[in-house]
């Protein structure tokens, strides 16, 4: 947080391939706001086939330069997941062509680990 009070969140996303690797994206760093609208599209090339295997992990952080970031909530779509957010992704299992939109809720929960 600066002088002035404000955080510089960003959005992580990262989709889980079976294989280890991680394949991330970042938002763009929304400076000097306490309610960062970052409305930012990621894709991944995945088979349908293989989508259920994945895991989707949603991440926000509060970045403060010359400091660690500081973890502020997430959410994770997939198999694991619960109540809302595996709803979510049975709809989107279910409907391959069709993009389903939804709102989750941030946890700040140490049970789901989010990376920096």
């Given at each position: 947080m600066d002088s002035n009070g404000y955080s510089d969140p960003f959005v992580k996303v990262c989709l889980k391939p079976d294989m280890g690797k991680k394949a991330k994206n970042k938002t763009q760093i929304k400076k000097k706001t306490l309610n960062p609208e970052f409305n930012e599209e990621f894709s991944y090339d995945i088979k349908h086939a293989e989508l259920a295997?994945?895991?989707?992990?949603?991440?926000?952080?509060d970045y403060d330069m010359?400091?660690?970031?500081?973890?502020?909530?997430?959410?994770?779509?997939?198999?694991?997941?619960?109540?809302?957010?595996?709803?979510h992704w049975y709809e989107c299992l279910k409907n391959k062509d069709k993009k389903i939109e939804c709102w989750h809720v941030l946890l700040n929960d140490n049970s789901v680990h989010f990376e920096d």
């Amino acid at each position: 947080m600066d002088s002035n009070g404000y955080s510089d969140p960003f959005v992580k996303v990262c989709l889980k391939p079976d294989m280890g690797k991680k394949a991330k994206n970042k938002t763009q760093i929304k400076k000097k706001t306490l309610n960062p609208e970052f409305n930012e599209e990621f894709s991944y090339d995945i088979k349908h086939a293989e989508l259920a295997k994945k895991t989707l992990d949603i991440s926000v952080w509060d970045y403060d330069m010359g400091k660690s970031n500081d973890f502020i909530g997430g959410c994770q779509l997939g198999i694991q997941a619960k109540g809302e957010c595996l709803k979510h992704w049975y709809e989107c299992l279910k409907n391959k062509d069709k993009k389903i939109e939804c709102w989750h809720v941030l946890l700040n929960d140490n049970s789901v680990h989010f990376e920096d």
